[in-house]
């Protein structure tokens, strides 16, 4: 198979110096550092199929809004004979490939493939034509071979429906608004920037923290009014009370929130805060019956702990100065949430990257929560792809039916895109017609001709 | 910040602050059947920042920037607070 592939190497070669390439001008020289960047998983930009789904569609994809459309003509014929290529290695010996991997990167302008020996094939366009190197580490190992499906930008464990995965493209679509509003309630609001901090191993927005809050406030609401309450306050309310605002009284700040998410003190049980600590997110729990606070943190660091304890004093005393007239009605005079004992949540589940403290951190105000469930298998792109149709799809957005509208008008193609692959027998010819490149031509133009 | 030309009453301008964390607030004077927005993109400039770098809060809530400050209910003094959009690990 390589053998096939490195003599169509040699024919490239022979021709791409004397004859103008069309396709690959402009192009960049990629790096050779290729084998570490896939290792340590560098680059944000790669886009994965995996070995349950098929080649041919991850090119197909092309049409999608992640790479379509930025691509001139040049960068799509450079597409459409890498995926000669690819199903030409991929119809010579399908059963040999069982962990095939395929990385597609848009920069580098270079394909990766895995073939039968662990090793890493890697197709490259330069500007003198195309290069196939194979790496010298053997077993190389890219990510889970767990089967994926791809939804937008994400790889996801189980398929989603037509309606959704249009949904998700139209959420996270970059060549749309950014101030576009996506989820709107009475009182917040999340635009389209934010919900883009919902992309894999991006950092998670407080927009997105604060809409959780609030619709978790908005379900306490309509519960039985003698059930025992919490309070969920946004993502704002630490960011405006500990942040310097040159204020005499920094809490007074803090009592615009009081009216919309600190309703009857009397059933109040539990008040949740996020708070934000040197880009990080954690939670600090206030239970008010048994009069402690503690620290809920997905991430413990030692060397923040000290911030973290100031932190959560400077949120309890500017409760104190917003509750106490009417907390002592209810407890005694000698109730004060300074007094309050602050602890720190032991037995956490700690989240397994550097991305996701967001993601748990509004996952602590859920009833019961994460913390109960020791089985709990964080996977972050599930999680995060959950999570946003969640919040696009609850009846709680006030705009849901307009979203749905939208994107189920815009992303019409979606279905064409996601179709089935081309069979063997075709790809097969295609191979074959690969093979006899006439020599007159350049190979894009000889490769595009069996193509189209 | 907008003045008010000579032929038009007093009572189509509102005075708003909007504070942010930088200790520095700013003072608006604005028509009150104004899109907000135009405030708010005003501060964004004064403060060397493309429009979209803060949250604004008004009463402790995100409003939608498309409203007027009638529309907000909004009261002569009231100030706007920009804070910062916060991402964590």
Request: proline content about 5%; some cysteine; overall charge negative.
């Given at each position: 198979?390589?053998?096939?592939?490195?003599?169509q190497?040699?024919?490239?070669?022979?021709?791409?110096?004397?004859?103008?390439h069309?396709t690959t001008?402009?192009?960049?020289?990629?790096?050779?550092?290729?084998?570490?960047?896939?290792?340590?998983?560098?680059?944000?930009?790669?886009?994965?199929i995996?070995?349950?789904?098929?080649?041919?569609?991850?090119y197909?994809?092309i049409?999608?809004?992640y790479?379509?459309?930025s691509?001139?003509?040049?960068?799509?014929?450079l597409?459409?004979?890498?995926?000669?290529l690819?199903?030409?290695?991929?119809?010579?010996?399908t059963d040999?490939?069982?962990s095939k991997?395929m990385?597609?990167?848009?920069g580098?302008q270079e394909?990766?493939?895995?073939?039968s020996k662990?090793?890493?094939?890697?197709i490259?366009?330069?500007?003198?034509g195309?290069?196939?190197?194979t790496?010298k580490?053997k077993n190389?190992?890219?990510?889970?071979?767990?089967?994926?499906?791809?939804?937008?930008?994400?790889s996801?464990?189980t398929p989603f429906t037509?309606?959704e995965?249009?949904?998700i493209l139209?959420l996270?679509?970059?060549?749309?608004a950014e101030?576009?509003?996506?989820v709107?309630?009475?009182?917040?609001?999340?635009?389209?920037?934010?919900?883009?901090?919902?992309?894999?191993?991006?950092w998670i927005d407080?927009?997105i923290i604060?809409?959780?809050?609030?619709?978790?406030?908005?379900?306490?609401?309509?519960?039985?009014i003698?059930?025992?309450r919490?309070?969920?306050?946004?993502?704002?309310?630490s960011?405006?009370?500990?942040?310097?605002?040159g204020?005499?009284?920094?809490?007074r700040?803090?009592?615009?929130f009081?009216?919309r998410?600190?309703?009857?003190?009397?059933t109040?049980?539990?008040?949740?805060?996020?708070?934000?600590?040197?880009?990080?997110?954690y939670m600090?729990?206030?239970?008010?019956?048994?009069?402690?606070?503690d620290?809920?943190d997905s991430l413990?660091s030692?060397s923040?702990?000290?911030?973290?304890?100031?932190?959560?004093?400077?949120?309890l005393?500017?409760?104190?100065?917003?509750?106490?007239?009417?907390?002592?009605?209810r407890?005694?005079s000698?109730?004060?949430?300074?007094?309050?004992?602050?602890?720190?949540?032991?037995?956490?589940?700690?989240?397994?990257?550097?991305f996701?403290?967001g993601?748990?951190?509004?996952?602590?105000?859920?009833?019961?929560?994460?913390?109960?469930?020791?089985?709990?298998?964080?996977d972050?792109?599930?999680?995060?792809?959950?999570?946003?149709?969640?919040?696009?799809?609850?009846?709680?957005?006030?705009i849901?039916?307009?979203?749905?509208?939208?994107?189920?008008?815009?992303?019409?193609?979606?279905s064409?895109?996601?179709?089935?692959?081309a069979?063997?027998k075709?790809?097969?010819e295609?191979?074959k017609?690969?093979?006899n490149?006439?020599l007159?031509?350049?190979p894009s133009?000889?490769l595009?001709?069996t193509l189209? | 910040m907008?003045?008010?030309?000579?032929n038009i009453p007093?009572?189509?301008?509102?005075n708003?602050?909007?504070?942010?964390?930088?200790n520095?607030?700013?003072?608006f004077e604005f028509?009150?059947?104004?899109?907000?927005?135009k405030?708010?993109?005003?501060?964004?400039?004064?403060?060397?920042?493309?429009y979209?770098?803060?949250?604004?809060l008004?009463?402790?809530?995100?409003?939608p920037h498309i409203?007027?400050?009638?529309q907000l209910?909004?009261k002569?003094?009231?100030?706007i607070?920009a804070t910062?959009?916060?991402?964590?690990?």
């Open positions: 198979m390589l053998k096939e592939l490195l003599h190497r040699q024919i490239m070669d022979r021709v791409a110096p004397h004859v103008h069309p001008d402009n192009i960049k020289t990629p790096s050779h550092e290729f084998v570490s960047a896939q290792e340590n998983n560098v680059g944000a930009e790669f886009i994965e995996s070995s349950n789904e098929s080649s041919a569609r991850g197909d994809k049409n999608s809004p790479d379509g459309s691509l001139n003509t040049k960068e799509r014929q597409y459409q004979i890498l995926r000669t690819e199903m030409a290695m991929d119809c010579e010996k040999a490939l069982p991997k990385e597609m990167s848009k580098k394909l990766i493939l895995k073939d662990e090793r890493l094939v890697m490259q366009s330069t500007a003198k195309m290069h196939i190197q790496s580490k190389v190992n890219l990510k889970s071979t767990q089967p994926r499906f791809l939804a937008g930008p994400f996801v464990p037509e309606d995965k249009k949904l139209y996270f679509d970059d060549k749309l101030m576009d509003v996506v709107r309630t009475e009182y917040s609001s999340i635009t389209r920037s934010s919900m883009r901090s919902l992309l894999p191993r991006a407080g927009d604060t809409m959780y809050a609030e619709y978790k406030t908005i379900e306490e609401a309509q519960k039985d003698t059930s025992p919490c309070w969920f306050l946004p993502s704002y309310y960011q405006v009370v500990l942040g310097d605002s204020d005499l009284n920094p809490y700040r803090a009592s615009r009081q009216e998410y600190m309703p009857q003190l009397e109040c049980e539990k008040i949740y805060v996020p708070i934000h600590c040197e880009a990080h997110w600090l729990v206030i239970d008010i019956l048994r009069q402690t606070a620290i809920w413990e030692l923040q702990r000290e911030k973290m304890i100031n932190q959560s004093l400077t949120i005393a500017s409760l104190d100065f917003l509750l106490l007239r009417e907390a002592r009605l407890f005694g000698n109730f004060n949430f300074l007094h309050f004992q602050l602890g720190r949540q032991t037995g956490l589940p700690q989240q397994p990257n550097d996701d403290c993601y748990y951190t509004l996952k602590y105000m859920d009833n019961p929560s994460i913390v109960a469930d020791q089985s709990y298998q964080h972050s792109d599930y999680a995060r792809i959950l999570l946003a149709l969640y919040l696009a799809q609850s009846p709680l957005n006030d849901r039916h307009k979203l749905m509208q939208d994107a189920s008008n815009g992303y019409g193609k979606c064409a895109a996601d179709s089935q692959r069979p063997c075709q790809a097969s295609l191979r017609a690969a093979r490149i006439n007159n031509q350049t133009e000889a595009l001709k189209l | 907008e003045k008010s030309p000579d007093d009572q189509h301008f509102i708003l602050v909007v504070k942010g964390q930088d520095d607030p700013l003072y028509r009150r059947d104004w899109e907000i927005k405030l708010l993109i005003t501060y964004c400039e004064k403060k060397d920042a493309q979209g770098t803060f949250p604004f008004i009463n402790g809530n995100r409003f409203r007027t400050p009638d209910g909004l002569d003094g009231d100030e607070i910062f959009y916060a991402g964590g690990a």
